[in-house]
């Protein structure tokens, strides 16, 4: 995520690649498209940017599950725990700890003359969804710190706010017990719950258990897990990412990365045992557990058909600290045995033996290799540490492309960077006015990732403003289609423009930090779109429309206006014979358009995908099917006649030989 970097407006000359086009008919918009592909479509063009922790896309559902990077015996120790009925709940620094990176425990203490349960509940990350379909895991790791002659019932489960029990199930446990065991049951819900006002408790028979001590670390708590895979993510976000057709995945940051050298991201704090991972303090203010972890990552690419670009910390934090160089060493090592984890053989390497252990002997896909994160905040220092990283990283990973963060051109770098990693955020009108952004670049093997774009306000003065000077909450109609002209572009560039991905991916709505963003979520089962997806907003409707529909040959077209209105691209598929026009009309006036399609054959009808509203209609959490794609078939033709409407996003796909 970026902060600064508000560009110039940049105007190209308009360039026309045909020569033997019709003249424009008044107020028709003729577009000549050209039978030749100019050049490739990279595959990774559309993908997938993501910064952020729990609470989203890992589908752990207790929150503060394992009291990691907590002060001890602090409120905030605390945060989402709650005693219940009157049970002395706080965290400590265990003397004897479940393991050496999870110093901490939750101590329950039973007073005397408390009858009933007693013990702590934990109200998850805004609620828990409880569902009578689901079968969920939950396990905790307990010990008496004091042995005891103690024997009782130990009971976890799902309840309503009100206390209505869901779903149980009860153990033995004795006082006998002071080393660490692990207690792991499934859980049914009979019923499911109207809402999310739901917890996760454990408790035990308070009469029974009168002045007892029990610890308790690392519970967790499961529903089932797109693929089923076990620590893995949530399905419906996961599947909503999945459904748009993501060709790659920045990770894992972005901001992500580090908030100072001590709590950067370190891949090897992040695998193995979750016992092993001590969560770090990340860079939106909220603990990472680090459940979400590399290989989880990796995993999660290869079940949707995605590839990694993954970043390297490479000496630079968002509070400033600046590495010098003579003390990168063992951090470019670090980096090494990052992507050692990866792509490395276990044979010879010890980080890729740790893979192979963890049960994936063969590499992982890896071509992108991104050094640092948004480094013109560090300019001054990303010479060397680019020269430093990218020269040893290189030295081992000659096959690796390395994607630099600064402006292209400034600071100057060496080795000459293969790829940059371009962020904007804007107003929509920006982002029309520069659709040929890319236009004028240099064609000579640089590449360029647009790695985080999003109009974010009407006012250019104020961008990162409230909302009531423009700050959009949603992504609406005016940005989707300011955005989608922009993409035009990219598409048009994508010769030099490899991969693009709109920033940020994922906004719970009842904790946002920053908007718009592409996939809004919660678990609120009153929503008219099916009860637990996502709300499929208008930006996520426009890119994914672009991603799912791109030839692999760009078709050279009579050009937009660059200070027009409306905005086109086309691409085909050379397997299939598709060929796909996209056309962003970025004012409210209906735009008359005729294609010509100088094919030996066209197809008389075709396919027409149409995103199409107000120009500030949005989709909400309470409306949230506001402006939807509509499909539907249209006549087709060497001449194709369209009308774009006001405010749209339309692709046609029509076979053409
Ligand atoms: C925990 O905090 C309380 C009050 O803040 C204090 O009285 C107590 O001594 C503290 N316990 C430990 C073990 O530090
Ligand atoms: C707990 O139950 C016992 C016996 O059933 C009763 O004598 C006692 O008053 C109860 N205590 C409380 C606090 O309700
Ligand atoms: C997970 O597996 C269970 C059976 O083992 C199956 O019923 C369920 O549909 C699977 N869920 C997903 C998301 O694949
Ligand atoms: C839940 O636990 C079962 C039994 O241990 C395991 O097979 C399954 O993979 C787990 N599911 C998830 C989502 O962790
Ligand atoms: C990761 O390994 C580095 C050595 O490369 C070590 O300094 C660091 O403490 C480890 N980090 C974690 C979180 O285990
Ligand atoms: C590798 O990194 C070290 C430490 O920063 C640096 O001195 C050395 O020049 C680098 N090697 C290459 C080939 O860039
Ligand atoms: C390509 O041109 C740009 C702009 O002139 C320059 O910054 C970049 O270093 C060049 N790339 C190569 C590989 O020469
Ligand atoms: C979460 O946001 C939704 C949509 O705005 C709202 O209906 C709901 O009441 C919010 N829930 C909480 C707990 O604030
Ligand atoms: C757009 O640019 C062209 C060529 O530079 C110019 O002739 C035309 O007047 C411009 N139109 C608008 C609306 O600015
Ligand atoms: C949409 O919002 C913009 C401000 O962003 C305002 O100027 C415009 O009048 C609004 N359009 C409609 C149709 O309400």
């Not at 004897?96 to 425990?105: E, H, M, T, Y």
């Not at 930090?513 to 089962?525: A, K, M, R």
């Not at 040959?553 to 937009?560: G, K, N, V």
Request: net charge negative.
């Amino acid at each position: 995520m970026l902060f600064k970097h508000l560009y110039s407006l940049t105007r190209v000359p308009i360039v026309l690649l045909l020569t033997n086009f019709p003249k424009c008919l008044a107020a028709t918009t003729t577009v000549t498209v050209s039978g030749t592909a100019s050049h490739a479509v990279p595959t990774t063009l559309y993908g997938q940017m993501f910064e952020s922790g729990d609470g989203g896309l890992y589908a752990e559902l207790l929150q503060n599950r394992a009291f990691q990077q907590v002060t001890p015996n602090t409120t905030d120790a605390l945060t989402a725990w709650n005693s219940v009925n009157g049970a002395l709940i706080t965290v400590i620094a265990d003397s004897k700890p479940v393991s050496q990176a999870l110093p901490n425990s939750l101590q329950l203490t039973v007073p005397s003359g408390v009858n009933g349960s007693v013990g702590f509940s934990n109200e998850g990350f805004w609620g828990i969804k409880v569902d009578s379909s689901w079968t969920y895991n939950a396990s905790l790791f307990f010990h008496f710190p004091t042995e005891s002659s103690f024997s009782g019932i130990l009971t976890v489960g799902l309840q309503t706010a009100s206390g209505n029990v869901l779903a149980s199930e009860s153990t033995e446990i004795r006082g006998t017990q002071t080393s660490w065991a692990q207690i792991a049951v499934q859980l049914r819900p009979k019923s499911s719950a109207p809402d999310t006002n739901n917890v996760f408790f454990v408790t035990v028979d308070g009469q029974k258990a009168a002045g007892q001590t029990i610890n308790f670390a690392m519970l967790s708590l499961f529903p089932p897990t797109f693929k089923n895979r076990s620590n893995g993510m949530r399905v419906d976000i996961a599947e909503t990412l999945a459904e748009m057709g993501p060709a790659f995945f920045r990770f894992p940051g972005g901001n992500n990365l580090g908030q100072s050298t001590g709590t950067r991201w370190q891949w090897n704090g992040t695998v193995g045992s979750l016992l092993d991972r001590p969560g770090r303090v990340g860079d939106w203010g909220y603990v990472n557990t680090d459940g979400l972890g590399l290989l989880e990552y990796l995993t999660f690419f290869e079940d949707v058909g995605m590839e990694p670009i993954m970043a390297v910390w490479s000496g630079y934090s968002l509070d400033g600290d600046n590495l010098p160089e003579d003390e990168l060493a063992p951090y470019i090592q670090q980096a090494k045995d990052q992507i050692n984890f990866v792509i490395g053989d276990p044979a010879t390497s010890a980080p890729a033996a740790l893979r192979a252990s963890l049960g994936h002997p063969e590499p992982f896909t890896l071509r992108f290799v991104e050094v640092g994160n948004e480094d013109f905040f560090a300019a001054t220092t990303y010479p060397y540490r680019w020269r430093d990283f990218v020269g040893n990283l290189s030295a081992e990973f000659p096959q690796l492309r390395y994607i630099a963060t600064t402006d292209a051109w400034d600071p100057i770098l060496s080795p000459t960077p293969p790829s940059y990693d371009v962020h904007v955020y804007q107003t929509p009108g920006w982002f029309a006015e520069n659709s040929f952004y890319y236009d004028s670049f240099e064609r000579n093997g640089t590449t360029y990732f647009e790695g985080e774009y999003a109009a974010i306000s009407t006012n250019a003065n104020d961008l990162f403003g409230t909302q009531s000077d423009g700050r959009l909450l949603w992504p609406d109609m005016q940005s989707s289609t300011g955005e989608a002209a922009f993409m035009t572009g990219l598409e048009r560039n994508s010769d030099i423009v490899f991969a693009a991905s709109y920033a940020p991916l994922l906004q719970h709505v009842n904790s946002t930090q920053w908007t718009p963003d592409l996939i809004s979520f919660e678990y609120v089962p009153h929503l008219s779109c099916d009860s637990c997806r996502s709300i499929p907003c208008s930006a996520l409707m426009h890119t994914q429309l672009f991603s799912l529909n791109v030839g692999d040959e760009y078709l050279p077209s009579t050009l937009p206006a660059a200070n027009g209105t409306l905005f086109w691209t086309v691409t085909r598929s050379s397997s299939s014979r598709d060929v796909f026009i996209k056309i962003s009309n970025t004012v409210e006036t209906d735009a008359e358009m005729v294609f010509e399609l100088p094919f030996h054959s066209v197809a008389s009808s075709g396919t027409l995908q149409l995103l199409h509203g107000a120009q500030n209609a949005s989709n909400t959490p309470e409306a949230p099917n506001t402006v939807i794609p509509v499909t539907s078939t249209i006549s087709t033709g060497k001449s194709l006649h369209y009308i774009a409407p006001g405010f749209s996003v339309s692709v046609i796909t029509v076979q053409a030989q």
